[in-house]
């Protein structure tokens, strides 16, 4: 009896110290069953999946090893042109001739992807016999990767069968995909982690992409080693993601709230809504950025840092991976998409781009602004987890304290001023707007709900940063 009293009085505890803002105030242990999905509206259940984790300085020397233990006849190493040169790949090349693995590569992911750089992927997939993938590279690299193994495991399929509605069908991947490796080479994407691949679909000019645990990699192999071959503008870019990924699945919609309820569990997306695991490996990743961004984004020879931000962007991405992200990245996937001539500094690129942690972290004063009135303690608890005082803040001022603390922490870190920096003019907003539309997947998810007419204010606010 001691014992269940024990734990009785610890559920009481929880309880009790549950966050009481409006888009969370249900407490998460709602007993509703399976059969509750007949008769309610929203979730009652969430799962946790995630890629398996190695993590060690120069680990990349043992994927030889694990190819030859997989029994690998025939394997397909993924990367970009300019990584193809650089030490991460060469140690993996060198790794698999030591072990006898029989290889080819493909170098020629671009740098945010496109629909149509993903089926030249897919194209060189097809074309041969592949029984293991390995991504050695950032997130492009890393979901080229993903697109590849899934439709060469999938010959009779149609690009959009696998996309998110509404842009694709959004069928679920029945079929059994490949192993795929990923040995990540920045510190942002967690890419290794999940079952998501993103790419900008041309003729929207939007990013979308496919979520399915059925992605995810059999194993990411994160070595700090490769982080130290970042430009400082990539790790910052990188950084910002791991930022927003942390930030955005703190703050999103509970999984008990989100709708519908799954008929089936196949049909449970990956993106659930913020639960009591996911909120520890996010929380965790925003105290790792606070403390060590700065550093690794001015140093590039702190290894400390650069290794801590290459941690964090795993603890995100299993955070994130099963919570889902919301409006910060639902708006920036436009952003990325209408890009005209904007060239980021640090990136070798025969394209404009803006790079996507740039792209999600422009929008994050006015979003967190605008959200914080549905979870005001969490967006307080973020605020001083990034360095603020709010021993004398009001709920009421959760949103404008995060944001002005948002604002701090991009202009020490010299981000640009606004999306008219990178080229966007208040004539752009219906575009923007209209492209962020379809992006339901992860907007949906934003606790608090939204009109057109809040995300053109949304994206006029940050036209202007400072």
Not at 9 to 19: G, S
Not at 111 to 136: G, H, L, M, R
Not at 304 to 320: K, Q
Not at 359 to 369: E, H
Request: with cysteine; proline share 6%; charged share 20%.
């Amino acid at each position: 009896m001691a014992g269940r009293d024990r734990i009785a009085h610890l559920l009481r505890q929880l309880e009790k110290a549950a966050c009481r803002c409006p888009a969370h105030s249900n407490t998460y242990h709602q007993g509703a069953g399976a059969a509750a999905c007949t008769v309610r509206k929203t979730d009652y259940a969430f799962e946790m999946a995630s890629s398996n984790i190695r993590y060690g300085e120069g680990v990349t020397r043992e994927i030889g090893m694990d190819l030859q233990n997989m029994g690998a006849r025939n394997v397909c190493l993924m990367t970009d042109k300019n990584l193809s040169v650089l030490p991460p790949v060469k140690a993996v090349l060198e790794s698999m001739a030591q072990n006898g693995v029989n290889y080819k590569v493909y170098d020629q992911i671009r740098v945010e992807p496109t629909d149509t750089s993903f089926k030249q992927a897919i194209a060189f997939a097809k074309n041969d016999c592949f029984d293991v993938y390995v991504a050695v590279g950032g997130g492009s690299v890393i979901d080229t990767c993903k697109a590849a193994n899934l439709y060469a495991s999938h010959p009779e399929a149609d690009f959009l069968d696998f996309v998110n509605a509404p842009i694709g069908k959004g069928k679920p991947v029945t079929g059994v995909l490949k192993p795929l490796i990923a040995v990540p080479t920045t510190a942002g994407t967690g890419s290794e982690t999940t079952g998501v691949a993103i790419f900008d679909f041309e003729e929207l000019k939007a990013k979308t992409g496919i979520a399915s645990r059925a992605l995810k990699p059999t194993l990411g192999m994160v070595d700090p080693l490769h982080t130290l071959h970042m430009p400082e503008r990539v790790a910052a870019n990188s950084g910002f993601d791991v930022l927003c990924h942390s930030l955005e699945s703190y703050t999103a919609l509970p999984y008990n709230m989100r709708k519908p309820c799954p008929p089936n569990p196949i049909n449970r997306p990956a993106y659930q809504g913020s639960n009591p695991i996911s909120d520890v490996w996010s929380r965790h990743a925003l105290n790792v950025v606070a403390k060590y961004m700065k550093r690794a984004v001015r140093d590039p020879e702190d290894l400390e840092a650069r290794s801590s931000m290459h941690l964090a962007s795993v603890f995100a991405g299993i955070g994130f991976g099963n919570a889902g992200v919301h409006l910060c990245h639902g708006m920036s996937y436009p952003i990325a998409g209408n890009v005209k001539t904007y060239r980021a500094k640090g990136y070798n690129v025969d394209h404009p781009v803006v790079p996507h942690g740039l792209s999600v972290v422009l929008t994050s004063p006015a979003v967190f602004n605008f959200t914080a009135p549905m979870c005001p303690e969490r967006h307080l608890e973020a605020a001083e987890i990034l360095g603020a005082d709010i021993s004398r803040v009001k709920r009421e001022d959760a949103g404008p304290l995060l944001a002005d603390t948002l604002r701090q922490f991009l202009y020490d870190l010299q981000v640009e001023d606004g999306l008219s920096a990178v080229g966007y003019t208040k004539d752009d907003v219906p575009d923007l707007v209209k492209g962020t539309i379809p992006q339901e997947r992860v907007t949906k998810l934003s606790p608090r709900e939204h009109t057109e007419e809040d995300l053109t204010h949304l994206f006029e606010a940050s036209l202007k940063l400072y």
